[in-house]
């Protein structure tokens, strides 16, 4: 089963006998079933170190028979001793390697109970038509992100004039299947629920479960994007609590005005079903120990930390310098602090930039982003700029990003952006204010890597708590304060209930201190898309 990921550590250990040999009882490793979001690492520590022999790590792939050695000079290898043993980092784990097991081999005896690793991915592409032999160039695409609570987003894209849809179904076939389907030409707009019988036009649903649904056609091409429940409980709707077959299909006439939608075609050049049953996680599994928060005004930062109380600080930077925010193996961000037009003592974030990141394992290049509000341009590597203005729709999609216009509030004059980084497990909304700054609020943040750090990032790692906060201030009490009620906390207004409270650290000049790992300056990063700086992982290729 192939499951649609948080360092895990896994501890095996080994005591020697009166003699001085092992047996079988006393090399174990634990646990025994772990999952892994995709793209994360799992730790293995082997005991002991200073004995007859040297633990040495084993993997057996799914289907494989025998278990076999990992050389240390494996790029996807690594190990740091100590006094407790060997403890090895298995990097950047995938989809296909869901089943995989690893023990340890201490002195010619195997741990008795492998451990069998599960890989969960909370958002990526669930497939194409039409793709080059890379995979990376489609004229169809289809993709899905787990949202927080439990709702999932999907967008399909075509290279097409005509109508794209998105089917679900317990079988490769189209009769019995859920359907959403939906066009543009760059004027009109239709996006719809509805549900085949049979092998004709699919009927619109009389319950319309799909929200912020949007559809749009730019350079030839046509996007949708579309978020619906897990289980809407209307029995045209199919549920996706269990693995489902997706089936993609393009190209057919739309007809605007009366929503009829034509034939797509023979053969399988505008049609294909997935070539297997797709599992699409839970919230559970995708946010467990998550983080969000979010970051604003003349800057204040807010990270929801795992027990669930909400942490605030300030970091003002330094005017003209770019700082890290988050840091990790799968992306950094930084942001850019510019100087308040009237206040000598406030800055504000003019520009965030994002750099997704490559590997050995993941045949893309690295996906950079700026988002600069001097220009209200969003700008995708070197070639793509949008437009952030005051209009409806605003979309962008390549199988690995996700941006579009988000909902706003009715009579709000600051736009805002939806953006999902579908590889990293991180969603966030930024809005292009009236007085000229960006503000940030997280959407979703799904487990992220064990080396994540920066000044955000570093709490989406640690398990750190209010108690823990008092020690680290130096404070006897931290006050609540209600973040409703603070004019600073504008970008979090109507994600964040009246009762939600506010565990403060924002006295003047106060930059984090003792609170956030080392000096802000630690922080500062040569320009908006470098991920050089101090804590950044010193295997790390940037």
């Known amino acids: 089963m192939k499951l649609l990921t948080a360092a895990v550590l896994l501890v095996a250990w080994w005591l020697p006998s009166a003699s001085g040999q092992t047996s079988a009882g006393q090399v174990t490793i634990l646990p025994a079933d772990v999952t892994v979001i995709e793209g994360n690492d799992a730790e293995f520590t082997c005991s002991p170190l200073f004995n007859i022999a040297l633990p040495v790590l084993q993997i057996r792939p799914d289907g494989v028979s025998a278990f076999q050695n990992i050389e240390l000079s494996d790029p996807r290898v690594s190990f740091e001793d100590s ?76 290279t097409t004039t005509g109508w794209v849809a998105l089917g679900v179904s317990d079988d490769q076939l189209m009769p019995d299947t859920d359907v959403v389907l939906g066009a543009s030409d760059g004027t009109n707009t239709l996006i719809e629920d509805r ?8 009927p619109v649903d009389a319950s319309q479960d799909i929200t912020s649904a949007s559809a749009s056609h730019v350079n030839g091409v046509t996007t949708i ?6 289980d809407s409980g209307d029995s045209n709707d199919i549920s996706l609590d269990v693995c489902r077959f ?98 000598d003592e406030v800055t504000w974030i003019g520009e965030l930039g994002i750099v997704v990141r490559n590997t050995p394992y993941k045949k893309f290049k690295h996906t950079k982003l700026r988002f600069v509000v001097e220009e209200k341009k969003i700008y995708i590597g070197e070639e793509v700029a949008l437009q952030v203005q005051k209009i409806d729709k605003l979309t962008f999609s390549n199988g690995k990003l996700m941006i579009n216009e988000s909902s706003r509030t009715k009579g709000e004059k600051s736009p805002e952006v939806y953006v999902n980084l579908q590889d990293v497990g991180l ?105 050089n700086f101090k804590f950044k992982a010193k295997d790390r290729k940037l």
């Open 246 to 343: 997706f089936l993609f299909a393009f190209n057919g006439p739309i007809n605007f005005a009366t929503g009829s939608a034509g034939y797509h075609g023979l053969g399988t050049m505008f049609r294909a079903p997935s070539a297997e049953r797709i599992c699409i996680p839970t919230s559970a599994q995708c946010f467990a120990g998550a983080g969000t928060g979010g970051m604003g005004g003349d800057p204040h930062y807010s990270v929801l930390l795992p027990s669930g109380q909400l942490l605030c600080f300030s970091v003002q930077g330094e005017t003209g310098f770019s700082f890290n925010l988050i840091s990790n193996k799968l992306m950094h961000m930084n942001a850019l602090f510019v100087q308040d037009a009237v206040r």
């Open 225 to 230: 994007s579309f978020n619906r429940p897990r």
């Open 195 to 202: 549900f085949a019988t049979q092998r004709a036009e699919p």
């Open 83 to 158: 006094g407790n043993g060997r403890t090895y980092t298995y990097s950047d784990l995938q989809l296909d390697e869901d089943g995989t097991q690893f023990t340890c081999l201490v002195g010619g005896i195997t741990a008795p109970t492998p451990v069998t690793i599960t890989v969960i991915r909370c958002a990526g592409m669930l497939g194409g038509i039409g793709c080059d032999a890379s995979g990376q160039s489609c004229t169809y695409t289809a993709s899905y992100a787990v949202q927080q609570d439990d709702s999932i987003t999907f967008t399909v894209s075509a």
């Open 427 to 531: 969603s966030f909304k930024v809005r292009f204010t009236k007085s000229k700054h960006l503000d940030l609020s997280w959407e979703r943040v799904a487990k992220q890597p064990a080396d994540s750090h920066g000044m955000i990032g570093q709490f989406f790692r640690n398990g750190i708590e209010i108690d823990e906060l008092r020690k680290l201030l130096l404070l006897p009490t931290m006050d609540p304060v209600p973040v409703m009620r603070k004019p600073v906390w504008h970008f979090m207004e109507r994600e964040t209930p009246e009762d939600q409270f506010c565990w403060a650290a924002m006295n003047p000049g106060y930059q984090g201190k003792r609170l956030i790992e080392g000096h802000y300056l630690d922080y500062l990063v040569t320009d908006i898309l470098s991920g």
